[in-house]
């Protein structure tokens, strides 16, 4: 959870069973360059991105991995921070090493992350952070097409995986479109509420960019300060073009990655 927060996301993940080490199939070179530390975490790395071990597993006891790779505690001990670093293990007190997730790869299409997340077995939850109307300003009016100073409901979200904070969300919604109702935002995703009211998503602008995170961004989503964000502004639409909302969202760049297909003009 982000520090200094005292409110308890709701959802976090039970721990499974542990991964023993002789499931984990690791091929070391003690005659490269490359340090032996490095070697395990990326290879451990790389299995997470498969799936083996999956997200919530705990990993085998780190004296036996060491025992059976011929390795030092303090190497392997490196290699798990290593990732532990990177977002793919936490330290759990009276648990052990856990996996949390690979890296979420979102596509670039017009789908919410909450499906995203689910869709990719990760455990979605969220934390409501503000969800009130207010006087639009210049940039929202025009995002939206509407007078500026006229009412739109502002929502902010924090969204986490596994109990880890992966994104905060800002959007902005035409005042009385749909009921937002906080108990709802925090159960489910709020293009999932937008259909349920029979609201048809059909187009959306979207850009996408990277920045540094100031103090604030890193403590909500649990990152040191300047740690690499990744940015995306979208303004969705309806099957009748009229805009139904304007989301500015920030994510952690070292578990989360925009991914899109290219295509050649003929």
């Known amino acids: 959870m982000p520090r200094g927060r005292t409110r308890q996301a709701a959802g976090s993940p039970r721990a499974t069973t542990a991964v023993p080490p002789a499931d984990l199939d690791f091929t ?33 006891n780190e004296v036996e991995l060491a025992g059976r790779l011929g390795l030092s505690r303090p190497t392997v001990r490196q290699a798990i921070q290593t990732l532990v670093d990177k977002g793919l293990l936490v330290r759990r007190r009276g648990v052990g090493t856990q996996v949390v997730h690979s890296q979420v790869k979102r596509p670039l299409e017009l789908t ?12 979605p ?5 503000h969800n009130a109307v207010e006087p639009a300003d210049g940039e929202v009016a ?12 502002r929502l902010e979200r924090l969204r986490l ?22 108990a709802r935002l925090e159960s489910t995703g709020l293009y999932r509420m937008m259909r349920a009211a029979g609201i048809t998503l ?23 300060a300047g740690a690499a964000l990744l940015t995306m502004r979208r303004t969705a639409y309806d099957d009748t073009g009229r805009a139904v909302e304007y989301g500015t969202h920030i994510y952690r760049a070292s578990g989360y990655a925009f991914e899109f297909q290219l295509l050649v003009r003929p």
């Not at 070391?28 to 083996?52: C, H, K, M, W």
């Not at 919410?112 to 455990?123: C, T």
């Not at 939850?125 to 952070?129: A, P």
């Open 28 to 60: 070391l070179d003690r005659n490269s360059p490359v340090p032996l530390y490095y070697q395990l975490a990326r290879q451990l790395e790389a299995g997470i991105q498969r799936g083996t071990p999956a997200a919530g597993s705990l990993l085998g």
């Open 112 to 123: 919410s992350l909450y499906d995203d997340l689910e869709n990719a077995g990760q455990l």
């Open 125 to 129: 939850t969220t934390l409501v952070l």
């Open 142 to 153: 025009a995002a939206l097409g509407i007078a500026e100073g006229g009412g739109v409901h």
């Open 161 to 182: 995986t596994h109990g880890r904070p992966v994104a905060v969300l800002c959007n902005h919604i035409p005042e009385g479109l749909l009921d937002l109702d906080t």
């Open 202 to 224: 059909h187009s959306a602008r979207q850009s996408v960019g990277a920045r540094s995170a100031g103090a604030g961004e890193a403590e909500r989503l649990d990152e040191p």
